[in-house]
């Protein structure tokens, strides 16, 4: 893991957010997403340096459609948002669970 992972790891393993389970480098067909929660189907990427060129890009553009294909919604923050503002992370995670739980 990336020191950035490592860092919300600990924010999110031991089911702390509404008792979610999430699981680390977990793979779906031919990606992995950094972490993702079966429960509500939700991927969480954070993404460092190398995702600023275009095949990167490109690639990530492609793996979220694939995802989303797959019902699964992603969330994407810069590494440097776990640093800056980690609680605006766990709270678009709270917003997506508040929302998928009314859809239930």
């Known amino acids: ?3 950035a992972e490592a860092t919300l790891w600990r924010a999110l393993k031991g089911r702390q957010i509404y008792g979610l389970k999430f699981r680390r480098q977990h793979g779906i067909g031919p990606y992995v997403m950094d972490f993702y929660c079966p429960t509500i189907k939700l991927c969480i990427e954070l993404d460092g340096e190398i995702h600023n060129n275009h095949h990167a890009s490109q690639y990530d553009t ?3 459609r694939f995802l989303n294909e797959n019902g699964i919604r992603v969330l994407r ?3 440097d948002v776990v ?3 980690i609680d605006g992370i766990v709270e678009a995670i709270n917003s997506y669970y508040r929302v998928w739980t009314e859809r239930q």
């Open 1 to 3: 893991m990336t020191p």
């Open 62 to 64: 492609e793996r979220t």
């Open 77 to 79: 923050f810069e590494n």
């Open 83 to 85: 640093w800056k503002n």
